[in-house]
């Protein structure tokens, strides 16, 4: 098991911007796709956006296509996402998590560690 460990939420106004880290507390990332998962309160956790083990490719959720950018650092081991005009929907635990796998993948099940979430809250 590879401990992640998320950094960046917080409390923001709607149209505000924050950015959420990923890293492998010592293990390195930079083989692994790493995916966004966040879950909004009373409801089930849900795909971001993935971003593949050398960060040339990204894949979104339609609901976050065009305001939220994944990427990497330039060894590969840290991983971000950039959320700009954010709305009170994107409220939620954002979560990163680890497949060893080239393939990118929406599905929960499919990634392998996970991190222990940070909270991101947007007031209107």
């Known amino acids: 098991q590879i401990p992640l460990i998320e950094s960046g939420g917080g409390l923001v106004q709607a149209g505000g911007s924050l950015r959420l880290s990923c890293s492998g507390s010592g293990r390195i990332l930079n083989v692994f796709v790493v995916g966004w998962f966040r879950q909004p309160p009373g409801k089930e956790r849900e795909f971001v956006a993935s971003v593949s083990w050398n960060g040339g490719r990204t894949n979104y959720a339609d609901s976050v296509k065009g305001r939220f950018t994944g990427s990497r650092d330039s060894t590969g081991n840290t991983v971000y996402l950039q959320m700009d005009n954010l709305t009170p929907e994107d409220t939620a635990v954002y979560y990163c998590?680890?497949?060893?796998?080239?393939?990118?993948?929406?599905?929960?099940?499919?990634?392998?560690?996970w991190g222990q979430g940070t909270q991101v809250t947007v007031s209107s």
């Open positions: 998590a680890a497949r060893a796998s080239s393939f990118m993948s929406s599905v929960a099940s499919e990634y392998d560690h």
